[in-house]
């Protein structure tokens, strides 16, 4: 090898400190690190565009359809609100196309980097790659909660303030929130809508070929004599029995969501959307890429989860209770419909695969640590 | 390889090292392939330093190993005096690197892309951003989206980012890549005004021209092993010489000179000669033809002794090597 000792001179040994204070070491990123994480991903117009849709058009333009449908053919269409509509967007849409939003965030998060060549330009940049994968965390959760919450909000408003003065229990339009007593006064003054809508179990003395139609109107056959040869008092007699008989399921309807369901429900979806996000930043770092690791959420969250939540397999049982998504399930508020199996009021009314709600917050803490764990990891010692 | 060193010396002869890169052992593998073997580089400070090789030489690998992108697995080296990895984020808190391609978040614009780039660094980087857009002449380019930049302009845009940190080490692999004329010449200006900045530029290229005008030092790599490294001017003075002779009978003047010690390798052309001489003849050399020829009565109306370039000085050393090997 030959020398390079007679080389031009070298210059004065001079190198600038490094800034004091630079903390580039450090594994926590900096303030300026995330929200320049956030602008990247903000700045991704298709991707924000389909977040802003499911979260917050999806259910806006619903509920604003049911609005005008209601304000124009009031008779034909329903209040725009209520406890119903609510359960439905909540769990038919936001909570399902929330996760596969916030997993396509994560999966590009976890990704783009890599694909479109920044990677290396960081790395070369001193900054420990621990805190240039953590950022990310906080500038996608600032992105997907606030989302969430305001298409959450949406929903929220118009259920409370369109809400159905009546509820509409077995096709009978009843007053919302009466006492048992109250109730059997309603029956009592309404005592045909009772006997001829309400279900009763057992043998009923008043015997009339009636039934209430769409509008909530008694309807009873022509050439019947209807309720002619029946005294008042026998009518109310028979109404007071069905009430009581139907009391218990009454309860159960809400004109609209109460403040505490709407507080678990939203917090129940943003959880489910920050496991999203977490899960597919994890998994994109750690394969490098963004469309199969997407493919495998929406696969997770559509056929894993609803599968190995409902079915329990013997000699898999614990391995279903790993599942994130059976977890999440035992944790949808009580009074939401069956929307994984979970909610609906309890005992006897779940057919999830049994677990314990330890075990189910056990589960999403370990998805949430190992998912950023693993991803921590490959980005670290992934070659640039 | 059996030793697994990646020694890191002390980190507190940080300023007194005289050398920009220095490796020692340096070897890196994929597998059974050797990308870099036992690279021993000493890089000058405050120089444009060229390291060129043929493609699929190991170029880029070293410097990614320098830059801590992938692992060495042996060897020692450090940066401005700092080992790496184990001070990685003190030593490239003064290095600025572009490494293959540079590419950016297409979607963002220059200035967003430098923003990214700017906070993984020093606070005071953030600062610096308009002046490196300046510099490289993208200031008005700089709200354009990446995805619009021509090579040549992505180019430019990675020595920006480089220049964030306010770099006392510029490692840029093939800069001119892409380049039309007109920009590798604004090019090669930005790289000597960044020397005479006391800033060292160590660059690999297989453009040896470029190099050759922008270097003051060079090291060659083959098969992933360096084979020479030093300033241009001593390892082309150890070149083979080729001389140009105008003569009256260049039939004549090679039988003459064919019995003489100067006979190895002879062309005849129609006004005269052209004699390759082995690397380490001296100028004597010349006038000793002269005198041959002029002994025998051949009229000599001129010498001329032709510049080895760079080229042909790497064609010269990596085609020995070949034999050697």
């Known amino acids: 090898m030959t020398s390079v000792a007679n080389s031009p001179a070298p210059a004065a040994a001079k190198v600038t400190n490094p800034v004091s204070r630079d903390t580039r070491g450090s594994w926590i990123p900096n303030g300026a690190m995330i929200r320049t994480r956030i602008m990247e991903l903000r700045k991704r117009r298709g991707l924000m565009a389909a977040m802003i849709v499911v979260n917050v058009g ?50 590009t998060a976890g990704s783009v980097d890599l694909t479109d060549g920044m990677f290396r330009h960081l790395v070369i940049t001193g900054r420990s790659r621990l805190a240039l994968y953590l950022a990310r965390i906080p500038a996608g959760l600032a992105l997907i909660v606030p989302l969430v919450a305001a298409g959450f909000t949406i929903v929220c408003a118009v259920c409370v303030f369109a809400a159905p003065t009546k509820i509409n229990y077995q096709g009978v339009p009843v007053p919302p929130g009466l006492s048992a007593t109250g109730f059997n006064h309603w029956a009592e003054s309404h005592p045909k809508e009772a006997v001829c809508g309400l279900p009763y179990n057992g043998p009923i003395g008043v015997q009339v070929p009636c039934f209430i139609n769409g509008q909530g109107t008694v309807i009873i056959p022509r050439g019947t004599p209807g309720f002619k040869n ?50 597919g930043l994890g998994l994109a770092s750690l394969m490098g890429q963004r469309t199969v690791p997407v493919v495998l959420m929406i696969v997770l969250e559509v056929i894993l989860t609803p599968v190995f939540s409902r079915t329990a397999i013997p000699h898999l049982i614990n391995a279903q209770r790993g599942l994130v998504g059976l977890a999440m399930a035992h944790l949808e508020p009580s009074a939401l419909p069956h929307g994984l199996g979970g909610g609906g009021g309890g005992p006897g009314g779940s057919t999830l695969v049994p677990e314990s709600l330890t075990v189910g917050i056990c589960v999403i803490v370990a998805w949430l640590v190992g998912w950023t764990a693993l991803g921590a990891w490959r980005m670290v010692k992934r070659d640039a | 390889m059996s030793t697994h060193t990646i020694d890191d010396t002390s980190p507190s002869n940080v300023s007194e090292s005289e050398w920009a890169v220095e490796t020692h052992g340096l070897t890196k593998r994929f597998g059974d392939n050797v990308a870099v073997n036992d690279v021993e580089l000493l890089v000058p400070r405050g120089c444009a330093f060229g390291y060129l090789g043929p493609n699929g030489a190991g170029k880029t690998t070293l410097i990614r190993v320098l830059l801590g992108l992938t692992r060495a697995d042996a060897g020692t080296m450090s940066l401005l005096g700092v080992s790496v990895p184990r001070h990685r984020d003190r030593a490239l808190a003064r290095v600025g690197a572009i490494v293959d391609e540079p590419r950016f978040h297409g979607h963002l614009t220059g200035r967003q892309n430098l923003e990214i780039l700017a906070a993984a660094r020093e606070r005071d980087a953030r600062g610096r951003i308009d002046s490196s857009l300046e510099r490289v002449g993208m200031a008005h380019r700089a709200n354009d989206r990446v995805s619009k930049y021509s090579m040549g302009m992505r180019q430019r845009l990675g020595v920006a980012a480089c220049l964030l940190g306010d770099p006392q080490l510029l490692i840029l692999d093939e800069p001119m890549n892409g380049l039309d004329p007109a920009g590798m010449h604004e090019m090669r200006d930005m790289i000597l005004s960044l020397v005479s900045e006391d800033r060292t530029v160590m660059l690999s290229s297989h453009l040896l021209d470029e190099v050759e005008r922008t270097c003051d030092a060079v090291a060659i790599v083959d098969s992933g092993k360096v084979i020479r490294q030093g300033p241009i001017s001593e390892l082309l003075a150890g070149a083979a010489m080729e001389v140009h002779v105008g003569c009256s009978s260049p039939d004549r003047a090679r039988s003459v000179l064919a019995t003489s010690a100067f006979g190895e390798k002879i062309d005849v052309e129609s006004t005269g000669l052209s004699i390759h001489l082995p690397s380490g003849t001296g100028k004597d050399a010349i006038a000793e033809i002269n005198r041959l020829l002029v002994e025998d009565g051949i009229a000599v109306y001129h010498l001329e002794e032709v510049q080895v370039s760079l080229e042909s000085w790497f064609l010269q050393v990596t085609s020995r090597l070949g034999e050697n090997v």
Not at chain 1, 95 to 106: D, K, M, N, P, W
Not at chain 1, 236 to 261: C, D, G, I, T
């Open chain 1, 58 to 107: 999806v259910p806006t333009i619903f509920l604003l359809v049911r609005i005008v449908a209601h304000i124009v053919a009031p008779k034909s269409y329903g209040p725009a609100g209520g406890y119903d509509i609510f359960s439905n967007l909540v769990v038919g849409i936001m909570y399902f196309f929330g996760f596969i939003v916030a997993a396509t965030l994560g999966c």
């Open chain 1, 230 to 279: 029946i005294s008042p008092a026998t009518l109310k007699a028979e109404a007071l029995r069905v009430a009581e008989q139907n009391y218990a399921a009454y309860q159960k309807l809400f004109l609209y969501p109460s403040v505490p369901l709407m507080i678990r429900t939203g917090l129940w979806i943003e959880l489910e959307a920050t496991i999203g996000f977490i899960v």
